[in-house]
């Protein structure tokens, strides 16, 4: 049976099981094809290892140190070493071709120009000049990526430990021998609300307030590092503020000054603020919840007081009408003229609501008028 090698191939000689020799194109007598894919029985305890000249040299029956031993495979691929805590990266004409851990590695050179690159990843750092762009090709498990906005502190902490702030920009780092942790903190104000627990009054009323803070963090390296949870604690001095304040004050005095309330809590916040690592911009009442039942009550007391205005502004508008009735009966009683052009202003109301009037006899107009109307001369 004959074997072709075609251009884009290659064959590995076996004797007895060692690697003999690289076959070029050509024909070659073989007994018989094994069940193995693209290897060949040949007489005289020889095998052929059919090969395709593309990317790594893979063979099923040697490894690759044993193959580099023969001076014609040598000439006919590139090699490369990568050692233990290092990365290989591949390229064939300028691209990305292939990642490789610690291992010796054989590539064809038929196709394309290659060329190599190492990174060290025994530290997290990446290098300078390591082109950032090659991490488009590699498995996310082999490196970190962070992103720092510009409204956020990035600050990167290695096996535990605090390392450095991270300024605004992408950021890589090798996985490989250390733990990376990666923290971000607001950079700029950050409105904080702070949800309320129920607090008793001076006369007993539970009452729920809520709040809302401004703060920037001041420090956050010490932010990140000494303070546990930069939230609860603001959140626990804000509640102690409340206790200390409502909890001497009556239902009444708490609703009539919010503004005190939302002051003496300002205060506190930035009493507790250095500890916290943060300034406090602003803080302020936001809600004050009540009870059902004293709802209901002040619902019940503001409507009573309404109505009791409501009564108040009606007897005082009956008095002004009144008032006014009697200057102007006063007016018709001493000017004769003014008493008959009010007369006629009524006369002239009710007859918009009548269809017809028929008049006659003597005297003026309006005597007649009037007394038809009144049903006076009937």
Same mark, same amino acid.
């Given at each position: 049976?004959?074997?072709?090698?075609?251009?884009?191939?290659?064959?590995?000689?076996?004797?007895?099981?060692?690697?003999?020799?690289? %076959?070029?194109?050509?024909?070659?007598?073989?007994?018989?094809?094994?069940?193995?894919?693209?290897?060949?029985?040949?007489?005289?305890?020889?095998?052929?290892? &059919?090969?395709?000249?593309?990317?790594?040299?893979?063979?099923?029956?040697?490894?690759?140190? #044993?193959?580099?031993?023969?001076?014609?495979?040598?000439?006919?691929?590139?090699?490369?070493?990568?050692?233990?805590?290092?990365?290989?990266?591949?390229?064939?004409?300028?691209?990305?071709?292939?990642?490789?851990?610690?291992?010796?590695?054989?590539?064809?050179?038929?196709?394309?120009?290659?060329?190599?690159?190492?990174? *060290?990843?025994?530290?997290?750092?990446?290098?300078?000049?390591?082109?950032?762009?090659?991490?488009?090709?590699?498995?996310?498990?082999?490196?970190?990526?962070?992103?720092? +906005?510009?409204?956020?502190?990035?600050?990167?902490?290695?096996?535990?430990?605090?390392?450095?702030?991270?300024?605004?920009?992408?950021?890589?780092?090798?996985?490989?021998?250390?733990?990376?942790?990666?923290?971000?903190?607001?950079?700029?104000?950050?409105?904080?609300?702070?949800?309320?627990?129920?607090?008793?009054?001076?006369?007993?009323?539970?009452?729920?307030?809520?709040?809302?803070?401004?703060?920037?963090?001041?420090?956050?390296?010490?932010?990140?590092?000494?303070? @546990?949870?930069?939230?609860?604690?603001?959140?626990?001095?804000?509640?102690?503020?409340? !206790?200390?304040?409502?909890?001497?004050?009556?239902?009444?005095?708490?609703?009539? *000054?919010?503004?005190?309330?939302?002051?003496?809590?300002?205060?506190?916040? !930035?009493?507790?603020?250095? +500890?916290?690592?943060?300034?406090?911009?602003?803080?302020? &009442?936001?809600?004050?919840?009540?009870?059902?039942?004293?709802?209901?009550?002040?619902?019940?007391?503001?409507?009573?007081?309404?109505?009791?205005?409501?009564?108040?502004?009606?007897?005082?508008?009956?008095?002004?009408?009144?008032?006014?009735?009697?200057?102007?009966?006063?007016?018709?009683?001493?000017?004769?003229?003014?008493?008959?052009?009010?007369?006629?202003?009524?006369?002239?109301?009710?007859?918009?609501? %009548?269809?017809?009037?028929?008049?006659?006899? @003597?005297? *003026?107009? &309006?005597?007649?008028?009037?007394? #038809?109307?009144?049903?006076?001369?009937?």
């Amino acid at each position: 049976m004959k074997l072709m090698i075609q251009e884009n191939q290659r064959g590995l000689l076996f004797k007895n099981g060692c690697f003999a020799g690289l %076959l070029r194109p050509g024909k070659y007598f073989v007994l018989r094809k094994n069940e193995k894919r693209h290897v060949y029985e040949g007489p005289f305890g020889k095998t052929v290892e &059919v090969l395709n000249c593309t990317g790594l040299v893979s063979s099923t029956l040697a490894d690759t140190k #044993a193959l580099l031993a023969d001076e014609a495979f040598c000439r006919e691929t590139v090699q490369l070493a990568v050692s233990r805590g290092e990365l290989g990266i591949r390229f064939v004409d300028g691209a990305v071709a292939g990642v490789y851990t610690a291992g010796m590695y054989a590539f064809w050179n038929t196709h394309g120009e290659n060329s190599f690159l190492k990174a *060290d990843i025994t530290t997290p750092y990446v290098a300078e000049d390591f082109p950032r762009e090659v991490f488009l090709e590699l498995r996310h498990d082999l490196y970190e990526e962070f992103v720092v +906005d510009e409204r956020s502190h990035g600050l990167l902490f290695i096996d535990g430990k605090f390392e450095k702030l991270l300024p605004a920009g992408r950021h890589f780092f090798w996985r490989g021998y250390h733990g990376i942790e990666f923290r971000t903190l607001p950079a700029v104000p950050t409105e904080e609300n702070l949800v309320g627990q129920e607090i008793l009054t001076a006369d007993k009323v539970s009452l729920r307030i809520n709040c809302v803070c401004e703060y920037v963090v001041s420090d956050p390296v010490r932010a990140a590092t000494q303070v @546990s949870d930069l939230e609860e604690g603001l959140h626990l001095a804000a509640q102690l503020a409340l !206790r200390e304040y409502i909890g001497r004050l009556k239902l009444d005095d708490i609703l009539a *000054d919010r503004e005190g309330v939302s002051a003496f809590l300002l205060e506190k916040l !930035r009493e507790r603020a250095p +500890d916290l690592a943060i300034e406090v911009k602003s803080a302020a &009442v936001k809600d004050i919840i009540l009870p059902g039942e004293i709802r209901e009550i002040m619902n019940t007391v503001l409507l009573a007081e309404k109505r009791a205005q409501a009564s108040v502004i009606a007897r005082r508008e009956e008095v002004a009408s009144t008032r006014s009735l009697l200057n102007t009966a006063k007016l018709m009683e001493e000017n004769a003229t003014l008493y008959k052009l009010k007369e006629l202003e009524y006369i002239e109301r009710i007859c918009e609501h %009548l269809e017809s009037l028929t008049i006659g006899g @003597s005297g *003026d107009i &309006v005597t007649q008028l009037t007394a #038809a109307l009144t049903g006076k001369g009937s």
